[in-house]
Every structure is written in C-alpha cells, then in structure tokens.
C-alpha cells in the first residue's frame, strides 16, 4: 500500500476554478507528501470524472503522489488511481473494500468515535474527519467539530486521521496536536492567490 502524503488536495470543480492549474502549482513544492483526490460535481458524467482524474494520474505519476478519486470507485479502477474514499451516502466501507481490493487507499469520512472505529473495522485505511470549522465550499454539513471533535476520533482508531472543513495554514498546529496525521483541503489551496506558497504554508505546520 502506497504510504499516505499528509496533504490533501481535494480537486475544486466548482465553476470558474481550475484544478489542474492549482495541482501544476502545488506538486513542485509538495511532492511526495501530497495526495490528490478528485472530487466532481454530482452533476458531472462519469466521463468527466474519469478524465479529470487521468490527467491527475498522469501529472502526479512522476512525484509519487497518490491520486484517490473521492464517491466513484469504478472511475478510480478505470483511470488506475491508487484508491477512494466514501462517506455517508456512497458505498459502504466493506463493499467499498470489495470494490478496490485488499491493497488500495480507502478513505471514509468519519464524524465521531463510533463510526471512526466501524469504517477501521470495515476497512478504511485513513479518516477524513471533520467539518473541523466554517467552510463554504460544502453546504450541508453537520456542526462543526473543532480540534477537540479531530483528537476524540485520533484517541479512538490507529489508521491516519485527515483533519477537513475549513482547515487553513494557521489551524494545521492545533489540528496537529489534536492527533491529526494531515489535513486535507479545498479553498486553501484552490482559492489562494499563490498556491504554490500556500503549500508550503500547509506543509510547515504538517512537519511539525
Ligand atoms: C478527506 C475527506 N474527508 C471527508 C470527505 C467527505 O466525503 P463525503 O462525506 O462522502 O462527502 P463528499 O465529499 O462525497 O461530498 C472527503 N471527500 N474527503
Ligand atoms: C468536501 C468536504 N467534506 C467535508 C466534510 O466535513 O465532510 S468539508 C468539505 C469541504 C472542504 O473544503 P474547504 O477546505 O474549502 O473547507
Ligand atoms: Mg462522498
């Protein structure tokens, strides 16, 4: 199984961004501790899904980034990414394990202990735990968790815990010390004046 990056690069498809643009930014600065996962609009065809995410696969391939593609397990299996990851209104965890096989990157969003513990069980290979703080990328969500909501999760499993929601450079100290392996974000990358610098950003405070 590949070793997983501590940052999370979740692809911004909303209208007017340019993900690939953000990704050619970011990958010289992060490298190997990147991991990218293509999230696409509900509206976009599964042809859309899948050629967004060759095109990742192919410009992450020479850095050792792993490329998940985040609801659509069959996309990840057609374009050769390296995994998925599924919350609560996709593909069970285990069908989702049956799906990508014993050696992928799965990710399942888990809010609190007990469901953090049954996705481990059920065979997550990392948490995407949150929504940490305000976000607006994302309508819907629950209440926000915080930094006490991250390490509650972080003190109950042993698989990597991948702080979302909000999460901003100045955040990434306190979600680290709440036991949080790497965070994972849209705006902070996607909507930055300078992405490449904005990773760098990220990336000191996920060293520490
Ligand atoms: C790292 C990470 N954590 C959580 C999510 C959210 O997944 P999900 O709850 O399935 O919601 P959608 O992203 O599908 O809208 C994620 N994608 N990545
Ligand atoms: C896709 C997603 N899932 C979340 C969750 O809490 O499950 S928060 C989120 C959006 C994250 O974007 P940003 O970094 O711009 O806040
Ligand atoms: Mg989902």
Redesign the pocket.
């Known amino acids: 199984m590949p070793s997983l990056g501590r940052l ?1 690069l ?1 692809t911004d498809t909303r209208p007017g961004r340019d993900p690939l643009a953000v990704l050619a930014a970011v990958l010289p600065v992060a490298r190997a501790e990147l991991v990218v ?1 293509v ?1 696409v609009a ?1 509206t976009a065809t599964d042809r859309e899904a899948y050629d967004l995410t060759q095109r990742v696969v192919r410009l992450t391939a020479p850095y050792g980034v792993t490329c998940l593609v ?2 659509r397990l069959h996309v990840a299996l057609a374009a050769r990414a390296a995994g998925g ?6 593909l069970p965890v285990t069908a989702a394990r049956q799906v990508l096989g014993p050696t992928a990157v799965l ?3 888990a809010r609190y202990p007990g469901t953090a513990v049954e996705a481990v069980s059920a065979g997550a290979t ?5 929504p940490c703080y305000a976000t607006t990328t ?1 309508s819907g969500l629950p209440p926000e968790i915080g930094a006490a909501g991250v390490q509650a999760v972080a003190e109950a499993v042993d698989v990597p815990v ?1 702080a ?2 909000g999460v901003t450079a100045a955040a990434v100290p306190e979600l680290r010390a709440a036991g949080a392996y790497g965070v ?1 974000v849209v705006g902070a990358l996607s909507a930055a004046a300078d992405p490449a610098r904005a990773a760098v950003e990220l990336l000191r405070g996920l060293s520490c």
């Open positions: 999370h979740i996962q999230r509900e985040n609801d990851h599924v919350g609560a209104d996709d990710g399942a969003t990392y948490l995407g735990v949150g994302k991948i979302i929601g994972a």
